[in-house]
């Protein structure tokens, strides 16, 4: 019926398909729609930037405006990958420029951006935006300043888990005073000083800043004068919370704090003395947002007493030192909680167990997404959680002492896993850890099927583990492995369902090299490269060698050309 519309109107149809999934299945349909999708399609998500290459993007998406690019795979956020592996987005970069696209917005996580990559990004791009990157390297505080000084339209600058060198404290004073349309700026990650007297001329001329987090080198009067002229902020992250509370400057903000009526996500807190904390009591009632995971000054009695504010949170990112008897205080005040991570604070004798997560999965029904670092669980606490909440899109779990079993029944941690995988049907993100056998693994290919993501460590008897994941989660998009049994039989079993996926990853398994050879020389479109770190492997005749690391993937365009001396690409 849509083909009798003229293409005009269905691209106009098409403007309402936001979803990349979504969009991806509407230019499978005909040679008509796929026409009009890539012509029309202004937001790409790549990821793996090492899937495709940025001329057939660029070909494809000629009206691109917004990128979101991935390098690394997700185990580097463990050490697990050498500094130099890549991922270098320079390539990219310029590619975007050459052809004269007309970029607004690039989000990249977990890739090498160097200084010359910035100033490149800042002067191509007449409408440039938008600049998010998560967990990158490789530049300093000159590729920010280009950025602020050049992109004279910047709405968004955001750095998330990053560490910078600041060459010059300076580079928050490059934004131009013409700079009027910042909307959002995070530099909390960023650990040198910065222009005060800048920072505040710059908040004070952009009357749409709704997201500002700083670092910890903006003091608490500086704090201040920032709320005063910007009251709209709607998502506030606080470096330095140190004051004494009798101080002049710390009355100016708890009186100013009470004004601000418009903040609903709070962050930060890298410095603070809890004695200073009744000042942001005013604003916990209407967060939905509060993320205190860099946050180890805030705990004990303090940190229950701010949670007993936070009625409206939807969101909660927390250090284990709030403890079993905190997270029943959350689970008894935070009824709409969507989303909790609880990080290790690395402090003696400060951990949650069971008991908390018990807790949670019965008193926020509506919790969907759950990150939990613990220090015991039980089978029987996981099925309690399975029967209290359903709604489980993600479901993390890491037990700090990693091969441990129920120590209640001293017993594997299949049965409570396998009770999660089969109550929750939606499941797309699963992490396991604790002792584990080959069973829970046939849980999970018998009931995960809308699977996509699978995090494995420690676990596991033998061949049959993986295979039964791979034979039965039909959605499998990502697999990660480590310290586990599987070997040459379940890397080769049924090589095909690798061209479904878009990684795997493998290390400290029992995989040889001979092994790897053998999938690369099956299955040509896939990359698969050994990481040979310290020179720890020969490439010799020698097949029987142990694999360290493997990491294989779908790819459009062959083997990298950055790749290092140490990644042998079979």
């Not at 749409?208 to 500086?222: E, F, G, I, Q």
């Not at 410095?271 to 004990?300: D, F, K």
């Not at 969907?368 to 015991?376: D, I, N, R």
């Not at 479901?395 to 396998?418: A, H, N, W, Y």
Request: proline share 4%.
């Amino acid at each position: 019926m849509m083909n009798y519309f003229p293409d005009e109107v269905i691209e106009h149809v098409f403007d309402f398909v936001t979803s990349q999934k979504d969009r991806n299945a509407v230019s499978l349909v005909c040679k008509s729609w796929y026409k009009i999708e890539r012509l029309s399609r202004q937001s790409v998500f790549i990821g793996n930037c090492y899937a495709i290459s940025p001329e057939r993007v660029i070909g494809r998406f000629p009206g691109l405006k917004s990128l979101t690019l991935k390098g690394k795979p997700h185990f580097a956020d463990f050490n697990l990958l050498p500094y130099d592996w890549g991922g270098w987005v320079y390539p990219w970069v310029e590619a975007l420029a050459k052809s004269r696209v007309g970029l607004e917005e690039l989000r990249l996580k977990r890739m090498v951006v160097s200084d010359d990559c910035l100033e490149l990004l800042s002067r191509s791009f007449v409408n440039f935006k938008s600049l998010v990157l998560v967990s990158c390297e490789g530049f300093t505080t000159d590729g920010l300043a280009a950025i602020a000084a050049n992109c004279r339209y910047l709405r968004e600058l955001d750095l998330q888990e990053i560490e910078v060198d600041d060459n010059r404290g300076q580079w928050i004073s490059c934004f131009p005073d013409s700079c009027t349309s910042l909307v959002s700026l995070n530099f909390s990650c960023l650990k040198g000083e910065i222009n005060l007297t800048a920072l505040e001329r710059l908040v004070a001329r952009s009357p749409n800043l709704k997201s500002l987090r700083l670092n910890r080198a903006v003091p608490l009067d500086t704090l201040q004068k920032l709320l005063m002229r910007a009251p709209q902020l709607v998502d506030l992250g606080i470096g330095s919370f140190v004051y004494d509370p009798s101080s002049e400057a710390y009355i100016k903000l708890r009186a100013t704090l009470v004004k601000c009526k418009s903040i609903r996500s709070l962050s930060g807190f890298l410095e603070v003395v809890p004695c200073c904390l009744s000042a942001i009591h005013p604003v916990c009632q209407n967060l939905t947002s509060l993320n205190l995971s860099y946050a180890p000054g805030i705990h004990g009695n303090e940190l229950i007493k701010l949670i007993r504010f936070c009625r409206k949170l939807e969101r909660l990112w927390i250090l284990d030192s709030i403890g079993d008897r905190g997270l029943g205080v959350v689970a008894f005040t935070c009824k709409e909680l969507q989303e909790l991570r609880v990080f290790p604070s690395g402090v003696d004798n400060a951990a949650v167990t069971e008991e908390g997560l018990v807790a949670i999965s019965a008193g926020c029904p509506k919790l969907h997404s759950l990150l939990y670092f613990c220090q015991q669980m039980t089978n029987a606490a996981l099925i309690t959680v399975a029967k209290n909440n359903s709604n489980f899109t993600r479901f993390r779990l890491c037990i700090l002492d990693r091969e441990k079993p129920d120590p209640v029944t001293m017993q594997p941690l299949d049965e409570g896993f396998g009770a999660i995988v089969q109550s929750c049907k939606r499941l797309r993100r699963l992490s396991l850890s604790g002792l584990l056998t080959d069973q829970v693994f046939l849980y999970i290919g018998m009931y995960a099927e809308q699977l996509e993501m699978l995090s494995i460590a420690f676990a596991g008897n033998s061949d049959k583990g993986m295979l039964y994941v791979l034979n039965g989660c039909k959605k499998l998009r990502k697999l990660e492995i480590r310290d586990s049994p599987f070997g040459n039989t379940a890397l080769l079993t049924d090589v095909g369902k690798y061209e479904t996926m878009r990684s795997l990853w493998m290390s400290s398994c029992e995989v040889t090299l001979g092994g790897c050879q053998t999938l690369a020389k099956k299955m040509p479109r896939l990359n698969v490269e050994i990481i040979n770190e310290d020179d720890q492997m020969e490439f010799s005749l020698d097949d029987r060698q142990r694999v360290g690391k493997m990491y294989l993937y779908r790819t459009l365009v062959g083997p990298r050309k950055d790749a290092p001396d140490f990644v042998w690409t079979l």
